[in-house]
């Protein structure tokens, strides 16, 4: 059973920096293509960045200049650095597994405001 556990989130001011770690346990994750995901009320997940097993990375439109996602297989996690936030970042993000996702986890919430 993969357990995903999403953590670093938090309130910042916009235009700050956040930076989300997601780390698995109950398998190696470093031949999956990785992806954070984003939510808020009333809409459906959206995928914001997914990186594949050799760091190859691809972002979201809104999102592209100021997000990286990067992943360390030997602690098995994944990271989203996250610049120059703004309101609309607010949402809860998960990670997940792209094309086989595990069980979703609780994820984190990001609030950008004043």
């Known amino acids: 059973q993969v357990q995903l556990v999403e953590s670093g989130g938090g309130l910042v001011q916009p235009g700050g920096s956040l930076r989300l770690s997601c780390a698995a346990s109950?398998?190696?994750?470093?031949?999956?293509?990785m992806g954070w995901y984003r939510r808020t009320p009333g809409k459906q997940r959206e995928l914001v960045a997914r990186i594949s097993p050799s760091g190859d990375a691809h972002y979201g439109g809104s999102v592209k200049g100021r997000f990286t996602i990067s992943r360390d297989n030997a602690g098995n996690t994944v990271y989203l650095q996250m610049n120059s936030l703004k309101p609309e970042d607010t949402a809860v993000y998960y990670c997940?597994?792209?094309?086989?996702?595990?069980?979703w986890g609780q994820g984190t919430q990001v609030t950008v405001s004043s």
């Open positions: 997940n597994a792209i094309f086989s996702p595990f069980n």
């Open positions: 109950g398998r190696i994750i470093s031949n999956y293509t």
